[in-house]
């Protein structure tokens, strides 16, 4: 049986639920089926929090009395707060590392 990382899917992470059909499907056959089926669906993947993406805070509109909108480096979802922003990006799962200022494109 090939090993995984051979199959170049060791940064793709397949939801439980996937993987308990994929099982159901290909129990009775074999086990080099399973396997198949598992690289086969690459669409099935999905991003786990805090594994692979890395960002930072990217601090933009100034709202008045501390309030501003923070931009995530890695979709673009933003939040706005008064407060230090949080440590991980509610929409993407983003371990975010920081804050920089938003470079004004103005000339």
Not at 7 to 30: F, H, Q
Request: some cysteine; hydrophobic content about 30%.
């Amino acid at each position: 049986m090939p090993d995984i990382k051979e199959l170049g899917i060791e940064k793709e992470y397949i939801s439980k639920k996937k993987v308990l059909e994929i099982y159901e499907e290909t129990r009775n056959k074999p086990q080099d089926a399973f396997v198949e089926a598992i690289v086969e669906t690459k669409g099935d993947c999905v991003i786990v929090p805090g594994v692979e993406r890395t960002g930072v805070w990217v601090r933009g509109t100034h709202h008045g009395l501390g309030v501003y909108n923070y931009d995530c480096s890695e979709c673009g979802d933003f939040i706005i707060t008064s407060m230090k922003p949080y440590n991980y990006c509610p929409e993407c799962g983003a371990h975010m590392i920081g804050v920089r200022e938003k470079k004004d494109t103005k000339q």
